[in-house]
Nanobody
Framework: QVQLVESGGGLVQPGGSLRLSCAAS????????MNWYRQAPGKERELVAT????????SYGDAVKGRFAISRDNAKKTVYLQMNSLKPEDTAVYYC?????????WGQGTQVTVSA
């Protein structure tokens, strides 16, 4: 049974930090690129960050460049999103996403709220 389970969301003040985790099971994690997406109320889901299956390359959406960092531990089957200098506009549900040429999996999401 494939599972992607996100954790680490919550309420944080502007300028604060959070680290999201996504634990994978039920598929060959190390052969999948991993992404973090987010969706704010009334907005389309947007790609936040991507990491290659080996962890050798990463990319980021323009809105989070220089503030967020994606990483992965293939031994632990976990991908992380370190979020620094958080802004109110970062408020959204954050989703973990696994992709390979033949399959796509989504997590259930974790809420991040940035508010004073």
């Amino acid at each position: 049974q494939v599972q992607l389970v996100e954790s680490g969301g919550g309420l944080v003040q502007p300028g604060g930090s959070l680290r999201l985790s996504c634990a994978a099971s039920g598929f060959t994690f190390s052969s999948y690129a991993m992404n973090w997406y987010r969706q704010a109320p009334g907005k389309e889901r947007e790609l936040v960050a991507t990491i290659a299956s080996t962890g050798g390359s990463t990319s980021y959406g323009d809105a989070v460049k220089g503030r967020f960092a994606i990483s992965r531990d293939n031994a632990k089957k976990t991908v992380y999103l370190q979020m620094n200098s958080l802004k109110p506009e970062d408020t959204a549900v954050y989703y973990c996403h696994a992709v390979r040429w033949d399959a796509i999996y989504w997590g259930q999401g974790t809420q991040v709220t940035v508010s004073a």
